[in-house]
């Protein structure tokens, strides 16, 4: 078959990466890809909000899959566009309608949705510019750290953890008066801060079935030890040691079945990927957030360690016949190291050329923020520009092979951590 993933970051040249390995499928197009998928598919430059001109290439490509990637265009609601378009409406699509997007494009709708259910969640209240006094008052009574969070998508970087009420009080204010985050801080939840160590559970579902993926660990903050700014990933580790088949019981019987069955009861019919942010409590698990898609970089720890054929479970989602797949997983670990560009989060420059991903062996090179300039040479284009991908038998050699390769990897002012799994070696140990 044809298929189409929309996106154009680590994320989507993974899922190219995998998908490619299937013998079903004829043609890959990525839209708008980048220099990485553009060697195992062909990239199409359209943007990927113009439904409009989607559907057209679609039909005139014979297109019977599409992949949705990241979170904006399933917020604006291209599975609906599609649906309602009787040309397009027999077409597979892996992603959420606008209804169940909101799940990620809204976390006052994700946060009433747990509530709804019965999912554990830390404590929380919404706010507005007209409720800021009202908001100022609430943050007296919270016990620090408090964290703030943009209602709407930004990047990734919505999220706020003052570390004192002045703190907060100020980025309450600078969300909703000064749209710190554009309309995306229109609405601020507030909410208690959760103690405890981060996970990323990953489900398939159709609506009705589920499949549960490998979890991985991911590391926000731009330093090493978790210092400086909140990032969109500077790595991931999977598998993650705590989570064991008691604490998998928990999520799955607390988080995964309520989820599903709470987005059938309110009508949500639901074929997609829910990514589902956890923090381990004393051995209890809390959501902390709903994604509608893939994680990046957790994709590039997660996807090499599926041995089943990817087109296979996505093509059983679609169909409404998860019921009967099995996911096989490799026991090994797989680590992932994110390149990025010096300045990053923050003003970065772009354009410098790429050198050293030629002599990588033992790893798998990810593409996420890369396009090919003059005679093919792969040059920076992002923030995050790609993410180096090692398995092994144990997490220590997954990490030596990985930063091995890192470290033949070089273009003018890169950056990276160089504590990805230090944490995860020490639970090991």
């Known amino acids: 078959m044809h298929i189409l993933i929309i996106g154009s970051g680590g994320r989507e040249h993974a899922l190219s990466w995998k998908i490619r390995q299937s013998q079903k499928c004829e043609n890959l197009f990525i839209l708008p890809g980048n220099a990485g998928t553009s060697a195992i598919g062909r990239n199409v430059d359209i943007a990927i909000d113009d439904f409009e001109r989607i559907g057209e290439f679609v039909l005139e490509n014979d297109i019977a899959m599409m992949v949705i990637g990241p979170e904006a265009p399933l917020v604006k609601g291209i599975a609906d566009y599609f649906k309602a378009t009787q040309a397009l409406s027999h077409i597979r699509i892996i992603g959420p309608g606008k209804n169940g997007a909101q799940l990620e494009g ?109 979890e991985a660990k991911d590391y926000k903050r731009i330093g090493d030890n978790d210092s400086g700014p909140n990032t969109g990933g500077m790595g991931a580790v999977s598998p993650v040691p705590f989570a064991n088949h008691e604490f998998m019981g928990k999520v799955e019987k607390r988080i995964i079945q309520p989820t599903i069955a709470g987005l059938k009861k309110d009508g949500v019919d639901y074929c997609g990927f829910i990514f589902i942010g956890l923090m381990n409590v004393g051995g209890d698990p809390y959501v902390i957030e709903y994604n509608v898609r893939m994680g990046d970089p957790e994709t590039q720890a997660v996807l090499p360690r599926i041995e089943n054929d990817l087109v296979d479970l996505l093509e059983a989602a679609a ?111």
């Not at 019965?118 to 016990?143: C, M, Q, V, W």
């Not at 002599?359 to 923030?383: P, Y």
């Not at 951590?417 to 020490?426: A, E, P, S, T, V």
């Open 319 to 429: 169909d409404k016949k998860l019921k009967n797949q099995n996911i096989k997983i490799n026991p090994k670990t797989a680590t992932t190291v994110v390149l990025v560009s010096g300045g990053y989060p923050g003003a970065y420059e772009k354009g410098f050329p790429i050198t050293g991903t030629d002599s990588i062996q033992e790893t798998t090179v990810f593409h996420a923020g890369t396009r090919l300039g003059k005679e093919n040479q792969v040059l920076t284009h992002g923030g995050r520009v790609l993410a180096i991908t090692g398995m092994g038998e144990t997490v220590q050699e997954s990490l030596e092979k990985t930063y091995r390769d890192v470290n033949k990897i070089s273009w003018e002012k890169v950056n990276f951590r160089k504590d990805i799994g230090q944490d995860i070696l020490r639970i090991s140990n």
């Open 106 to 214: 809204s976390k006052d709708f994700a946060k009433d949705f747990m509530q709804k259910y019965g999912i554990p969640t830390a404590g929380f209240k919404t706010f507005t510019k007209a409720s800021l006094d009202e908001g100022l008052r609430y943050l007296e009574d919270l016990s620090l750290p408090i964290v703030l969070k943009a209602d709407g998508l930004a990047a990734g970087k919505g999220v706020i953890i003052a570390q004192s009420r002045e703190e907060a009080s100020g980025v309450l204010t600078e969300m909703l008066v000064e749209k710190k985050f554009g309309e995306a801080s229109a609405k601020v939840v507030i909410e208690a801060f959760l103690s405890g160590i981060e996970l990323s559970v990953f489900v398939l579902t159709d609506g009705e079935d589920y499949v549960i993926l490998p």
